[in-house]
């Protein structure tokens, strides 16, 4: 048996940590990269994985499975903050895609990447188990930028929904929600110059070790095209005039 109230609080003390309300939408992508020694690799992994964390001394690299939506992506790099902070083993761990099965590890990182994504607030819990709509599930799900099937386990958790709610609900979403008027790139896969990238310690320690002359441009191309950076070696054909407004 897991330690949901446990796991909440680790939740909300990495919130903190990482300078971020109790309340708002994260987005996780962009704040790991702030992280100091932590590397994110998005690579496309298949449809069983759903990401991996590597622990090597003080550095760490996950690397999410960007075969997956945007939204689950960013559900999955939660999970794995989870076996980067809380995680005292050091070794690969490998993430399946299922959310909510698997050893009680790994039920315990989606738990916290349910309550540091989804941090529902009292309007929505207080609702009667079944009373939420299709259409708030599509709204909330855009609102803390996570994959339907994340948000169908944050509310199946917290007993709002049934399993049979469940299971109805998970039909037409991206109809759903481009009716609605959202943008549905949160349910669709990285465009193609994103799928296969680096972000975050990896770059930043290549481009210090280029500055202090410690190895060769030669050498520092070669990290970042092992890196899958080709775009920072040859130019990205996406590019676009800079605006600084």
Same mark, same amino acid.
């Given at each position: 048996?897991?330690?949901?109230?446990?796991?909440?609080?680790?939740?909300?003390?990495?919130?903190?940590?990482?300078?971020?309300?109790?309340?708002?939408?994260? +987005?996780? =992508?962009?704040?790991?990269?702030?992280? &100091?020694?932590?590397?994110? *690799? !998005?690579?496309?992994?298949? @449809?069983? $994985?759903?990401?991996?964390?590597?622990?090597?001394?003080?550095?760490?690299?996950?690397?999410?499975?960007?075969?997956?939506?945007?939204?689950?992506?960013?559900?999955?790099?939660?999970?794995?903050?989870?076996?980067?902070?809380?995680?005292?083993?050091?070794?690969?761990?490998?993430?399946?895609?299922?959310?909510?099965?698997?050893?009680?590890?790994?039920?315990?990182? +989606?738990? =916290?990447?349910?309550?540091?994504?989804? &941090?529902?607030?009292?309007? *929505? !819990?207080?609702?009667?188990? @079944?009373? $939420?709509?299709?259409?708030?599930?599509?709204?909330?799900?855009?609102?803390?930028?996570?994959?339907?099937?994340?948000?169908?386990?944050?509310?199946?958790?917290?007993?709002?929904?049934?399993?049979?709610?469940?299971?109805?609900?998970?039909?037409?979403?991206?109809?759903?929600?481009?009716?609605?008027?959202?943008?549905?790139?949160?349910?669709?896969?990285?465009g193609s110059e994103k799928e296969r990238k680096t972000y975050g310690y990896?770059?930043?320690?290549?481009?210090?070790?280029?500055?202090?002359?410690? $190895?060769?441009?030669?050498?520092?191309?070669?990290?970042?095209?092992?890196?899958?950076?080709?775009?920072?070696?040859?130019?990205?054909?996406?590019?676009?005039?800079?605006?600084?407004?």
């Amino acid at each position: 048996m897991i330690d949901k109230l446990k796991i909440y609080h680790q939740a909300v003390s990495i919130r903190k940590k990482l300078g971020e309300s109790d309340t708002s939408p994260i +987005d996780a =992508f962009h704040i790991v990269q702030n992280i &100091p020694h932590f590397s994110l *690799i !998005l690579y496309p992994m298949g @449809n069983n $994985i759903s990401g991996m964390c590597v622990k090597i001394g003080k550095d760490t690299v996950i690397a999410i499975n960007s075969s997956m939506s945007i939204g689950r992506q960013n559900f999955s790099i939660a999970h794995e903050l989870y076996h980067y902070y809380f995680d005292d083993s050091q070794k690969t761990i490998i993430c399946k895609k299922d959310i909510g099965k698997g050893n009680e590890i790994e039920r315990c990182a +989606d738990q =916290f990447a349910a309550y540091f994504l989804m &941090p529902l607030e009292g309007e *929505i !819990l207080n609702k009667k188990i @079944n009373t $939420i709509t299709f259409e708030e599930v599509i709204q909330l799900e855009q609102l803390y930028r996570v994959s339907h099937q994340a948000m169908l386990y944050r509310l199946l958790e917290e007993k709002l929904i049934t399993t049979e709610l469940m299971e109805e609900y998970r039909n037409n979403v991206m109809r759903t929600a481009a009716n609605l008027g959202y943008d549905t790139s949160l349910y669709k896969p990285s465009g193609s110059e994103k799928e296969r990238k680096t972000y975050g310690y990896y770059i930043k320690q290549a481009q210090t070790l280029l500055d202090k002359e410690l $190895i060769s441009d030669g050498k520092f191309e070669q990290l970042l095209l092992e890196a899958l950076r080709h775009d920072l070696v040859f130019g990205d054909d996406s590019d676009e005039e800079e605006l600084n407004d």
